[in-house]
């Protein structure tokens, strides 16, 4: 049977702690993904127990399947958490209405200019915005932004719709909803904050200064390391919970939430989930981004191409396990220190997390997206380490593997999809030539990717190269044990 509620569950699976129907929507949430589910909607899941009108309408801008495979379950989902120790399974009641932009059109528009909306809280992964991180404006490249500037008043991206709610909530005289951005960015909410008063001031100048001024933008520190789902995770929910369940997702059992408390109309109580208000996330958000995703892609590329499918495999290969080790060491290197957090134990917590043995997540997912995930997690850390006299080698390394990476073919000649918004352009320079060190220049003076500091050091040129050569002439798992030889 399909679930549908949390009636019927066994013993062994908690359902809500609260009655759902109970609670109104008080969230409304772009980017209905594995992530969302697992991270923001199962802490409002455990603060809804505190009380409170704060369900979640989730909101997927492109896909139907989030709706699709939600709709029929009234919102509900099972969610396994995975460590080493065990699994267990919840079923999650904080999402109330889950919709699709395309169809739902009219459901989203409204739930975003409900006076009961207090919060907009985003995951659509870092190239869903369209910001220019040159400017910190808009990027009038980008799909939705284009065409959000021509056609302002029938919005389809996160810009282009939240300043069009924005506005209609001014008119009518309703309270601005906080803005909660939960991707991966460096200072999130001020990047996005960045991104929509630029899109007004293109579209709606009156609003320009009404955002700046009146609208909250809270930055988040966000983890969970959740894989996508597959047909395994819907069996395991099944077998667990006796309830077919089309939107399950699986995740490990540690999370974390640090978030600037910055709420004018309210918020959850997340802390009863664990999470921490702090007044400045930029700290944190550093250390994560750095260390954990840091290293996260460094193991993708140079894991994937060494035949290693999850990132579990990876940490049963010594030489990768050292290097994923040097790198978190590296990253921690370039982060001042921070207030009860002791850095070496975090690193030593990161590779416990990366080895658990029951999360199947795949090194090619992470892999994704490379051109907007190396500035905040390698090249920015790789600046200061250059600033600081630090060495550049795990950098170097980190960046060759991506380089080797965007070839677009395994070392068994099997071709991949880089699946990255400038995949072509990308692609095109990194095969466009045979000479290793000509490769590397022409991926370093990739416009827009490499602060200047980076893309204009001989040296660091030199360590990529050599790092490339070794990874095409003798193979990435060679290429590997040399480098943790040192
Ligand atoms: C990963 C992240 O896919 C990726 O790029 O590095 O999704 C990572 O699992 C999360 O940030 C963990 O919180």
Redesign the pocket.
Known sequence: MRLAGPDGLPDTVAGPGYTPADHGTGIVHLGLGA?HKAHQAAATDTALAAGGDWRICGVSLRSPEPAAQLGPQNGFFTLIERSAEGSRARVIGAIGQALCLGPDRAGVLAALTAPATRIVSLTVTEKGYGISRATGGVDEGHPAIAHDLATPEAPIGVAGLLVWALKARRAAGVSPFTVLCCD?LPENGRLLRGLLVDFARRTAPEMAGFIAGEVAFPSTM?????PAATPETLAAAEEMTGFRDEAAVETEAFSQWVIEDRFPTGRPAWEAAGAMFVADVKPYEEM?LRM??GA??MLAYAGFLAGHRHVSDVMQDAPLAALVRRHLAAAAATLPPLEGVDLAAYAEALAARFANPHLK?ATY??AMDGTE?LPQRLLAPAADALAAGQPLGPYAFALAAWMRYAMGTTEAGEAYALRDPREAEVQARATGASDTAEIVERLMALPGLMPPVLRNNAGLRREITARLAAMRDGGMAAAIRAEAAG
């Open positions: 992530f991966n966000v983890d969970r390391i959740t994560k954990l995703n996260h892609s997540h997912q992470i995930k």
